[in-house]
Protein backbone atom coordinates (compact mmCIF):
# COMPACT_ATOMS: atom_id res chain seq x y z
CA UNK A 1 0.00 0.00 0.00
CA UNK A 2 1.61 3.39 -1.08
CA UNK A 3 1.55 5.92 1.12
CA UNK A 4 1.00 9.70 0.60
CA UNK A 5 2.20 12.54 2.14
CA UNK A 6 -0.35 14.38 4.79
CA UNK A 7 -1.76 17.46 4.19
CA UNK A 8 -4.85 17.72 6.11
CA UNK A 9 -4.54 17.26 9.63
CA UNK A 10 -8.21 16.21 11.41
CA UNK A 11 -8.59 16.86 15.11
CA UNK A 12 -11.10 15.39 17.36
CA UNK A 13 -11.73 17.38 20.21
CA UNK A 14 -12.85 15.86 24.03
CA UNK A 15 -9.64 13.78 25.39
CA UNK A 16 -7.71 14.90 22.24
CA UNK A 17 -7.14 18.61 22.21
CA UNK A 18 -9.06 19.02 25.87
CA UNK A 19 -9.51 16.19 28.09
CA UNK A 20 -13.84 15.82 29.49
CA UNK A 21 -15.35 13.81 32.47
CA UNK A 22 -19.15 14.00 32.19
CA UNK A 23 -19.55 12.67 35.80
CA UNK A 24 -18.33 16.21 36.58
CA UNK A 25 -21.94 17.44 35.56
CA UNK A 26 -23.87 14.60 37.41
CA UNK A 27 -21.91 14.82 40.16
CA UNK A 28 -21.96 18.53 40.66
CA UNK A 29 -25.64 19.09 40.21
CA UNK A 30 -25.77 16.34 42.72
CA UNK A 31 -23.79 18.18 45.08
CA UNK A 32 -25.93 21.15 44.97
CA UNK A 33 -29.49 19.02 44.33
CA UNK A 34 -29.28 17.00 47.53
CA UNK A 35 -31.76 14.82 46.86
CA UNK A 36 -31.02 13.54 43.42
CA UNK A 37 -29.62 10.33 42.75
CA UNK A 38 -26.52 10.45 40.66
CA UNK A 39 -26.87 7.24 39.19
CA UNK A 40 -30.50 7.40 38.22
CA UNK A 41 -29.93 10.97 36.69
CA UNK A 42 -26.94 9.56 34.41
CA UNK A 43 -29.12 6.29 33.24
CA UNK A 44 -32.13 8.33 32.52
CA UNK A 45 -30.23 10.87 30.22
CA UNK A 46 -28.89 7.73 28.22
CA UNK A 47 -31.79 4.85 28.52
CA UNK A 48 -33.21 7.60 26.83
CA UNK A 49 -30.42 8.73 24.04
CA UNK A 50 -31.13 12.05 25.30
CA UNK A 51 -26.62 12.72 24.75
CA UNK A 52 -27.00 11.21 21.36
CA UNK A 53 -30.16 13.90 20.58
CA UNK A 54 -28.12 17.19 21.92
CA UNK A 55 -25.07 16.03 19.99
CA UNK A 56 -27.13 15.51 16.66
CA UNK A 57 -29.11 18.39 17.45
CA UNK A 58 -32.07 16.90 17.56
CA UNK A 59 -33.07 18.26 21.08
CA UNK A 60 -32.33 21.94 22.10
CA UNK A 61 -30.98 22.43 25.98
CA UNK A 62 -33.83 23.98 27.47
CA UNK A 63 -35.94 20.88 26.41
CA UNK A 64 -33.26 18.69 27.81
CA UNK A 65 -33.64 20.87 31.07
CA UNK A 66 -37.50 20.80 31.10
CA UNK A 67 -37.43 17.06 31.36
CA UNK A 68 -34.65 16.56 33.73
CA UNK A 69 -36.32 19.64 36.31
CA UNK A 70 -40.07 17.60 35.49
CA UNK A 71 -38.55 14.02 36.58
CA UNK A 72 -35.90 15.01 38.91
CA UNK A 73 -37.94 17.85 40.67
CA UNK A 74 -34.63 19.99 40.00
CA UNK A 75 -34.96 23.48 41.85
CA UNK A 76 -31.64 25.08 40.24
CA UNK A 77 -32.50 27.30 37.61
CA UNK A 78 -31.31 27.07 33.54
CA UNK A 79 -28.42 29.30 33.50
CA UNK A 80 -27.29 27.33 36.58
CA UNK A 81 -27.52 24.23 34.96
CA UNK A 82 -26.05 24.77 31.32
CA UNK A 83 -22.81 25.67 33.41
CA UNK A 84 -22.59 22.84 35.21
CA UNK A 85 -23.38 20.88 32.32
CA UNK A 86 -20.63 22.45 30.09
CA UNK A 87 -18.10 22.81 32.89
CA UNK A 88 -16.51 19.44 32.32
CA UNK A 89 -13.32 20.27 30.65
CA UNK A 90 -9.44 20.85 30.89
CA UNK A 91 -6.70 21.38 29.31
CA UNK A 92 -4.33 19.46 27.53
CA UNK A 93 -1.02 21.29 27.62
CA UNK A 94 1.02 18.94 25.10
CA UNK A 95 -1.84 19.23 22.67
CA UNK A 96 -2.34 23.16 23.47
CA UNK A 97 1.24 23.15 22.52
CA UNK A 98 1.56 20.91 19.72
CA UNK A 99 -1.32 23.04 17.83
CA UNK A 100 -0.27 26.34 18.42
CA UNK A 101 3.10 24.85 17.02
CA UNK A 102 1.45 23.01 13.42
CA UNK A 103 -1.08 26.13 13.34
CA UNK A 104 2.24 28.00 11.91
CA UNK A 105 3.33 25.62 9.47
CA UNK A 106 1.38 26.89 6.57
CA UNK A 107 1.57 23.36 4.39
CA UNK A 108 -1.39 21.86 6.49
CA UNK A 109 -4.52 22.35 6.57
CA UNK A 110 -6.19 21.55 10.01
CA UNK A 111 -9.73 20.68 10.64
CA UNK A 112 -11.98 19.97 14.16
CA UNK A 113 -14.21 17.09 13.81
CA UNK A 114 -16.30 16.66 16.93
CA UNK A 115 -19.71 14.82 18.42
CA UNK A 116 -20.47 17.63 20.41
CA UNK A 117 -23.41 20.35 21.06
CA UNK A 118 -23.35 24.22 21.69
CA UNK A 119 -23.09 24.68 24.81
CA UNK A 120 -20.09 22.59 24.94
CA UNK A 121 -18.37 24.25 22.11
CA UNK A 122 -18.79 27.42 23.53
CA UNK A 123 -17.45 26.56 26.69
CA UNK A 124 -14.38 25.31 25.26
CA UNK A 125 -13.60 28.24 22.77
CA UNK A 126 -14.01 30.52 26.03
CA UNK A 127 -12.06 29.23 28.35
CA UNK A 128 -9.32 27.03 26.03
CA UNK A 129 -8.46 29.72 23.37
CA UNK A 130 -5.74 27.09 21.66
CA UNK A 131 -8.73 25.34 19.88
CA UNK A 132 -9.75 28.74 18.44
CA UNK A 133 -7.07 28.09 15.82
CA UNK A 134 -8.73 24.81 14.37
CA UNK A 135 -11.47 27.28 12.71
CA UNK A 136 -12.57 24.70 9.79
CA UNK A 137 -15.02 23.04 11.61
CA UNK A 138 -17.46 19.94 11.18
CA UNK A 139 -19.27 19.73 14.43
CA UNK A 140 -22.07 16.81 14.90
CA UNK A 141 -25.10 19.26 16.34
CA UNK A 142 -24.45 21.18 13.11
CA UNK A 143 -24.54 18.44 10.27
CA UNK A 144 -27.09 15.77 12.22
CA UNK A 145 -24.48 13.37 12.32
CA UNK A 146 -22.14 11.83 14.69
CA UNK A 147 -18.83 9.77 15.00
CA UNK A 148 -18.63 6.80 14.63
CA UNK A 149 -20.92 6.78 11.46
CA UNK A 150 -18.40 6.83 8.15
CA UNK A 151 -21.12 9.81 6.58
CA UNK A 152 -19.87 12.55 8.76
CA UNK A 153 -16.45 11.84 7.53
CA UNK A 154 -17.49 11.82 4.41
CA UNK A 155 -19.04 14.80 4.41
CA UNK A 156 -15.87 16.21 5.76
CA UNK A 157 -14.18 15.27 2.93
CA UNK A 158 -16.35 16.18 0.48
CA UNK A 159 -17.02 19.31 1.50
CA UNK A 160 -13.39 20.35 1.52
CA UNK A 161 -12.87 18.27 -1.49
CA UNK A 162 -9.72 16.66 0.72
CA UNK A 163 -8.01 13.34 -0.54
CA UNK A 164 -8.65 10.38 2.42
CA UNK A 165 -4.81 9.16 1.24
CA UNK A 166 -3.24 12.94 2.41
CA UNK A 167 -5.22 13.13 5.18
CA UNK A 168 -4.64 12.08 8.98
CA UNK A 169 -7.51 11.95 11.40
CA UNK A 170 -6.28 12.07 15.68
CA UNK A 171 -8.75 11.07 17.21
CA UNK A 172 -9.18 9.16 20.94
CA UNK A 173 -12.19 6.57 20.15
CA UNK A 174 -11.39 3.27 18.79
CA UNK A 175 -14.69 3.38 16.70
CA UNK A 176 -14.15 6.53 15.05
CA UNK A 177 -10.50 5.71 14.09
CA UNK A 178 -11.75 2.25 12.64
CA UNK A 179 -14.46 3.95 10.61
CA UNK A 180 -11.69 6.75 8.67
CA UNK A 181 -9.53 4.16 8.28
CA UNK A 182 -12.07 2.13 5.88
CA UNK A 183 -12.31 5.34 3.79
CA UNK A 184 -8.79 5.25 3.29
CA UNK A 185 -7.83 7.80 5.54
CA UNK A 186 -4.55 7.70 8.31
CA UNK A 187 -5.49 7.36 11.29
CA UNK A 188 -3.61 7.90 15.29
CA UNK A 189 -5.40 6.14 18.14
CA UNK A 190 -4.33 9.04 20.65
CA UNK A 191 -3.99 7.47 24.11
CA UNK A 192 -0.44 8.38 25.41
CA UNK A 193 0.71 11.51 24.29
CA UNK A 194 4.90 10.61 24.09
CA UNK A 195 3.32 7.42 21.81
CA UNK A 196 1.04 9.35 19.89
CA UNK A 197 3.80 12.32 19.07
CA UNK A 198 6.33 9.23 17.94
CA UNK A 199 3.39 8.58 15.53
CA UNK A 200 2.53 11.82 14.72
CA UNK A 201 6.23 12.44 13.38
CA UNK A 202 6.53 9.25 11.62
CA UNK A 203 3.11 9.76 9.65
CA UNK A 204 4.12 13.30 8.61
CA UNK A 205 7.63 12.23 6.97
CA UNK A 206 5.59 9.85 5.15
CA UNK A 207 6.07 9.73 0.98
Known amino acids: ?17 VFFDHTYFVNGLAEREKHLNAAKFRKYIISNKFDIKLLTGRMNHKEFFRKLKKKFDLKIGYADFIYFYSDVFWENPNM ?12 YKLYLLSNTDAPHMNFIDKNFPYV ?9 YKVHMYKPQKKIFKYLLEKYKLEPCST ?40
Open 96 to 107: KRLLEKISRIKK
Open 132 to 140: RLLKTRVLS
Open 168 to 207: LLIDDMKDNIKSASSLGMNVIHYKVHKKFMSEFSRTLKMK
Open 1 to 17: MIKYKVRNIIFDLGNTL
